[in-house]
């Protein structure tokens, strides 16, 4: 394809500002898909992801489009994931585009996250079309917000495109714009091939799915090429692009983006951001930007029926064919048994791995509440990374360091107030904040992660009646005054409750946690002291009175069968029993006490 005719472009969404509907428009709008295949949602392939109404995975669609110049284009529609958690992805997805248009919904405005990725895109260079959409709503207010988005990217709100996503009003005009405005990619036919991965999807029967961005050069089918940044090499078994069914080609140039199947089995071979250039004829520089997946948040996965355990094992192996991102190791904990110690990007990721492990492979979980990475210096000099409360080291410590975010708040402005109260609480500084317009105002905060990734967006959306919206990144880290609190039965610590709090959180956090405990561990033969505790120092405490319970003195002796069976009834209820040292604490008590709510 000559690269003159190629533009290549992302939309910039909010979740529920009609992203999916859009490309679904443009795909029967230039006959892509026919209108009796046209289902609601085309492009959005996953399960999970059509229910949560999230686009968790990007991928590229060709629509060849005839401009009002009579030429035909070929646009290639890269989809960009919608959730803080994916922001790396999402920055691959922009690497691969010249243009993004930004899409708002008409009644609601921008939100955090869009502006968020609207600035990586402006990072990026990327030309900006902004569009409202949904004005065919009656609750639309196009004046309002075009002039808000006007004065954020610094256009004329008469330069604010107007669709309907739904009826298709103004798409056609869209599609042109794109052509005009977009710039062609260019890049170096004769150079050395250079193509950036900016998706990668294991599909059961093609293996590993490869999505490129050509840069420079050509990638050809039967050719051998190369991994930059592990040097691993395979041949090229199938080159295409999506059209939206998987379609092959002679290979891909300059400026195209299409897939690339090299029979790999695992994603983490074929790495978002890593780039490909052939064997014969290497590239000697990598593009820009690659980074290795990194999770930031740890939780503990444990199978509520023990047995479960391998196929656990299996399920997490298998997920990880498809998500570079998920770590995992085997843990024991007294309290739970045999489980995982899983990474994950963010919450979001770790709900969606929940949601399907419980889902497609039909597991009941109980998962510890998640923690963010620590780094401890002691004294004596050893450094110690903890992923694991219980695993805190003990001994002299010269500092604990938390990862910290910058966020992002936007919000009406009557909510100010309660944001900052909400923030503060969170150990949050604020560094500033504007107004968008009259009424709705930007607020930046930096924010200690462990303090965002428990249940900091539920909060700040209970707090402004949902209408503020959340974005951050991490920024590296910070000292703080961390401590451990454990939590012990008669004097025996429950690894799955220790928890790194700041200092001041530490008493709250005891009292809850004993409190808890003793409404949910029934009485014993023997009296159980619930305490919480830092290294040696108590600092709460509960107490669970003791009981006699004799279940054989009901029986006066007489009827041994029935004796049996009592026995033996107790006996199957012991088995969901877990001991804490000489305590029988029931499974559902750890988990009511683990769930958040
Ligand atoms: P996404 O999360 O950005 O992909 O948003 P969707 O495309 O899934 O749209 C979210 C909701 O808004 C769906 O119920 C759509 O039917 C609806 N929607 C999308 N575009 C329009 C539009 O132009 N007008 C109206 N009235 N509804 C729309
Ligand atoms: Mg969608």
Redesign the pocket.
């Known amino acids: 394809t000559d690269p003159a005719l190629i533009r290549n472009f992302c939309i910039i ?1 909010h ?8 490309a679904d428009r443009m795909l029967q709008i230039t006959g892509v898909v026919e209108d009796r295949q046209m289902r609601a ?1 085309y492009l959005d392939r996953m399960d999970i992801e059509r229910e949560r ?1 999230i ?1 968790i995975k990007s991928q590229a669609v060709r629509i060849p489009f005839t401009a009002l110049d009579d030429q035909t284009y070929t646009l290639d529609l890269i989809d960009t994931p ?1 959730h803080v958690d994916f922001t790396y992805e999402v920055s691959r997805s922009l690497a691969a585009c010249e243009g993004a248009v930004l899409l708002v919904d008409a009644a609601q405005g921008i939100e955090a996250q869009t502006l968020a990725n609207l600035y990586m895109a402006l990072d990026n260079d990327l030309t900006i079309i902004p569009v409202l ?2 004005i ?2 009656p609750a639309a207010q196009p004046e309002k917000y075009a002039e808000e988005i006007a004065g954020i990217i610094g256009c004329e709100p008469s330069d604010v495109l107007r669709v ?4 298709g009003e103004g798409v056609e005009e869209l599609l042109n714009e794109i052509v005009n405005q977009i710039p062609a990619p260019v890049g170096e036919a004769d150079a050395p091939a250079r193509a950036m991965i900016f998706d990668s999807v294991y599909d059961t029967y093609r293996g590993v799915v490869t999505y490129v961005r050509v840069i420079d050069g050509k990638l050809s089918p039967r050719e051998r090429i190369q991994m930059m940044s592990t040097k691993a090499s395979h041949e090229i078994l199938e080159i295409g692009v999506s059209s939206p069914e998987p379609t092959k080609s002679q290979g891909l140039g300059v400026g195209e983006v299409g897939y690339v199947i090299t029979g790999v089995k695992d994603v983490r071979q074929s790495k978002v951001g890593d780039t490909i250039t052939t064997l014969n004829k290497p590239a000697t520089e990598m593009l820009g930007g690659y980074q290795e997946p990194k999770p930031m948040v740890f939780s503990g996965l444990y199978p509520i029926e023990g047995t479960d355990y391998p196929v656990l094992r299996d399920a997490l192996e298998k997920l990880q064919l498809n998500d570079a991102a998920l770590a995992f190791e085997p843990e024991t904990s007294a309290a739970l048994g045999f489980g995982f110690r899983c990474g994950f990007l963010g919450l979001l990721h770790l709900e969606i791995t929940r949601a399907r492990l419980e889902r497609e492979f039909n597991l009941d979980l109980i998962s510890t509440a998640p923690n963010v990475i620590y780094r401890v210096d002691m004294e004596d000099g050893a450094e110690h990374v903890v992923t694991n409360p219980s695993e805190f080291p003990t001994g002299k410590i010269a500092a604990i360091y938390e990862p910290m975010v910058k966020a992002t708040v936007l919000s009406p402005s009557d909510h100010i107030g309660q944001i900052m109260e909400l923030c503060q609480e969170r150990r949050g500084e604020l560094q500033g904040m504007d107004y968008l317009s009259e009424d709705r105002v930007e607020m930046r905060y930096t924010l200690p992660m462990a303090e965002i990734v428990f249940d900091f967006f539920d909060a700040l959306k209970s707090r402004t009646k949902g209408y503020a919206s959340l974005d951050y990144e991490p920024i590296g880290e910070l000292q703080a005054d961390l401590v451990k609190v454990d939590i012990l039965l008669q004097g025996e610590a429950v690894d799955a409750f220790s928890a790194i709090v700041h200092k001041e959180k530490a008493y709250p956090y005891g009292v809850e946690m004993t409190k808890k405990l003793r409404e949910l561990i029934p009485r014993q033969q023997f009296e159980v002291p619930i305490q919480a505790a830092i290294g040696a120092r108590v600092i709460a405490r509960e107490n669970i009175r003791a009981i006699r319970k004799d279940v054989l003195s009901k029986c006066y002796g007489g009827d041994i069968s029935r004796k049996r069976k009592l026995l033996e009834k107790q006996k199957e209820g012991k088995k969901r029993m877990k001991m804490v040292g000489r305590v029988e604490v029931p499974q559902e008590a750890f988990i009511s006490a683990l769930s958040t709510d």
């Open positions: 969404a979740i529920d500002h009609g992203k999916s509907t859009l949602q109404g686009t919608g959409n949904k065919d709503l309907s996503a739904k009826t």
